[in-house]
């Protein structure tokens, strides 16, 4: 018994002649060059519509064997569990698929021989990029990938072998420690700052950053800060929670306001204040350094930092289409401080 459909995989000569049109058109549709050829919407659309139908998929590793090129680009990020990360990979795969590209992302949870195994699993694949988005240790990456003949680039943490794309980081943790303060009930000019910063970890780039950024943000109104309220504890919600109680319990209450590292140690907070002491939500000036709608729910207090994903991708495929526009080192993504009245 057979339903009359073969088993042969259809090409891209089979979707010509079903669509009369030439292969070498057929081919631009799918590889994502038809507007370049004045290939019409319409056209392109009913291609699409039948390669869909047929079954048609390319061979993406004989291709790399044919052409050099695989059309295949890969993303690794640490997280999924935020809106930043998670808005990164979507918009990465998107602007890939426009262009024609096939995108792979996966998640190393901030493991840094994960990173390399996943690495090394998409050079299997012969991908064309490898695209490092918050990666612990972007250089290491960046080498085995040179072996190989393939380039990087860094999202998010800097490295020194390839163009990284960043927020800047010490600016937008300016802006957000003079939000904070500038709503407290008397401020801090001139006196110990009742601010205490939350969360991220000292080693890593953006997190010092921020904390230069908090440092220099008091320093500017004449306030002081005490080391014993820096505390880079981590981006775990509970170890953010668990940082927070020291805290109260070492100082005896609540602090004035609350320079939150990420919406993910958040999350950490916002469980502190709904075991312990709930009223304080609407008492503590808090600025959390990303971005989440959800955060509105918190009250009237609360200000974030929203990253610019749309302009660091812009970026990203910038670099990738044309390497003569690479900046060397860091490229650096002002993003917007969402202020709460």
């Not at 700052?193 to 220099?216: L, P, Q, W």
Request: proline share 4%; net charge neutral.
């Amino acid at each position: 018994m057979t339903d009359g459909r073969s088993d042969k995989r259809p090409t891209i000569y089979d979707l010509a002649k079903l669509t009369n049109t030439s292969a070498s058109t057929v081919g631009a549709v799918l590889n994502g060059s038809w507007k370049k050829r004045r290939i019409s919407q319409k056209l392109a659309d009913q291609i699409r519509k039948v390669a869909i139908e047929q079954g048609y998929s390319p061979n993406m590793q004989a291709r790399a064997l044919r052409t050099e090129r695989s059309n295949i680009i890969g993303m690794i990020v640490p997280m999924y569990d935020n809106r930043y990360f998670g808005a990164l990979a979507e918009a990465f795969e998107q602007r890939a698929r426009d262009r024609g590209l096939f995108p792979i992302v996966t998640c190393t949870r901030r493991d840094p021989n994960l990173e390399i195994e996943a690495a090394q699993s998409m050079l299997a694949y012969r991908v064309d990029n490898i695209v490092c988005t918050g990666a612990t240790d972007p250089d290491r990456i960046a080498d085995l990938c040179a072996a190989h003949g393939v380039e990087t680039l860094n999202v998010d943490l800097p490295g020194t072998r390839a163009p990284s794309i960043i927020s800047d980081n010490y600016q937008a943790a300016v802006e957000l420690t003079k939000d904070i303060i500038s709503r407290l009930p008397s401020g801090c000019a001139g006196n110990d700052s009742d601010i205490v910063f939350i969360g991220g970890r000292e080693e890593d780039h953006n997190t010092g950053e921020r904390i230069r950024g908090f440092k220099d943000a008091h320093e500017e109104v004449g306030a002081r800060i005490a080391e014993a309220y820096i505390r880079p504890c981590g981006y775990a919600a509970h170890k953010a929670e668990r940082s927070l109680d020291e805290f109260v319990n070492k100082i005896g209450g609540l602090p004035k306001g609350i320079f939150i590292n990420s919406t993910i140690s958040l999350e950490g907070i916002v469980n502190w204040f709904q075991q312990n002491d709930i009223t304080g939500l609407e008492t503590v000036a808090l600025g959390c350094f990303d971005w989440d709608p959800y955060a509105a729910l918190l009250g009237n207090k609360t200000s974030m930092v929203r990253q610019n994903v749309p302009v660091m991708m812009d970026l990203l495929f910038e670099f990738l289409e044309e390497p003569g526009k690479r900046k060397a080192g860091v490229t650096q993504v002002l993003p917007e401080v969402i202020r709460r009245s």
